[in-house]
């Protein structure tokens, strides 16, 4: 599971505070705590509403003092991650863009000949398609634009678009319809999304999310955003791969546990 880590979102209320105050050393000990927590890619959103692009330099530039993780520039504005880009000392992961507006071919051309991955959502100027053959059609046009401009399929993170259970008519079964046509007709592209977007206004959400992961990884969920700080959650993780033949002979799951990253609270 590629792990992309959430906490350093201005949406968070305790980060929103660190963001107002410029608490460099909060911003600095959760990236580094992260980091050591498993992470692939440290999620950078600073969630302002005025100088955006200076706001992530400066988160940015923190992450970077503590840990070489990658990060994951992260804005609704596309133009603002192209321009965040610029302050990442290493390739790292777009997020995001969609079949909204201009997204993909402003982002894509500038993406083509790097090492950057991309999270692409499954929505379009229509909204959130409501239906799995509608989210497939989005995700056969971001394909079509992955192919035009060289994006390789193994650099393209596509969430499906997780949405809350309690508003769910079906559970989780068009999500996994999604997911299972991706999986099999392009095996190397990377199933994300937000993992604790099932759980909104449902109580024990912990619970919720947990279970979502396993099921969301049977289907071919190989990458998510989520809080990697979570031990239960980190251990589900590890055991799901093992479960399912993605952990030769548990040793992932083994290494993980003996290094605290889950069954040992800290």
């Known amino acids: 599971m590629i792990i992309i880590a959430e906490k350093l979102n201005g949406s968070i209320p305790s980060c929103a505070k660190a963001i107002a105050e410029r608490d460099a050393d909060y911003i600095r000990d959760l990236a580094k705590r992260q980091a050591e927590a498993g992470a692939d890619f440290i999620d950078v959103c600073a969630s302002v509403k005025e100088n955006e692009a200076e706001t992530l330099k400066w988160m940015i530039d923190l992450v970077q003092e503590v840990t070489d993780t990658p990060i994951a520039v992260d ?34 051309p500038v993406l083509a000949d790097t090492e950057w991955h991309v999270m692409a959502l499954l929505c379009d100027d229509t909204g959130i398609p409501k239906t799995a053959a509608k989210r497939i059609e989005v995700f056969e046009k971001v394909m079509q634009k992955a192919k035009e401009y060289g994006i390789a399929h193994n650099r393209i993170h596509i969430d499906p678009l997780v949405e809350m259970l309690c ?47 396993v099921l969301a990884m049977n289907a071919g969920m190989d990458s998510a955003v989520l809080d990697p700080l979570n031990q239960d959650l980190m251990g589900m993780i590890y055991a799901t791969e093992a479960l399912l033949g993605l952990d030769e002979m548990c040793m992932e799951y083994i290494t993980a546990y003996r290094q605290g990253i889950f069954g040992q609270k800290k």
């Open 75 to 108: 804005s609704p504005d596309v133009n603002v991650c192209l321009e965040a880009m610029k302050f990442c000392k290493r390739p790292g992961l777009f997020n995001s863009v969609s079949g909204e507006g201009t997204k993909i071919d402003d982002a894509f």
């Open 167 to 213: 508003t769910s008519e079906d559970g989780i079964a068009m999500v996994v319809e999604v997911m299972t046509y991706i999986k099999k007709n392009y095996p190397e592209v990377h199933i994300s999304g937000a993992v604790s977007n099932i759980s909104f206004n449902l109580p024990v959400r912990r619970i919720v999310n947990q279970a979502f992961c």
